[in-house]
């Protein structure tokens, strides 16, 4: 999955308007365009694409942290220069207040079951046994159940 394949699937989950956008990254620290959020939420064909670095959606996603549960005291913390799907899939969890339980009910919406365990292996140091990588499937398939969950119908 592309980050602007995510971008664009959690504004129409939460259905964000672009000045909603606009708040979330500023609330991650980086004041942005319409015209650039515009160009971040282009299909790949158009010319008008720009491709959304690892770094700026680090900062879309701590500002949906902000936004959701409130801004902590003290500095912003400090965007990921470098995305994998298992840091996008914990940046997810930590804004939606979600347990393990709470991840496994969102994908049973799905129709796919997952342990806690397996769960849980996503969110361990990569140095640990028990971690696992998160697939672009799993992200994308949680990505759906969240649209299951939340898009207003």
Not at 22 to 43: C, H, M, N, Y
Not at 60 to 65: C, D, P, S, Y
């Amino acid at each position: 999955m592309t980050n602007n394949d995510i971008l664009r699937r959690l504004r129409y989950t939460f259905n964000f308007s672009d000045d909603k956008m606009i708040e979330l990254f500023g609330l991650g620290d980086l004041p942005v365009t319409r015209a650039q959020v515009s160009d971040w939420l282009k299909k790949e064909e158009d010319p008008d694409y720009q491709k959304l670095e690892d770094r700026t959606l680090a900062i879309f996603l701590n500002g949906f942290i902000a936004d959701r549960r409130g801004k902590r005291p003290g500095p912003a913390p400090r965007p990921e220069n470098q995305l994998n799907n298992n840091i996008i899939l914990r940046k997810l969890k930590i804004a939606l207040e979600m347990k393990d339980e709470d991840i496994m009910d969102v994908m049973q919406l799905v129709d796919l079951q997952f342990s806690k365990h397996e769960i849980s292996a996503f969110f361990r140091k990569f140095t640990q046994k028990q971690y696992r990588v998160c697939k672009d499937q799993f992200l994308r398939n949680f990505l759906k159940g969240l649209q299951v969950q939340y898009r207003v119908k």
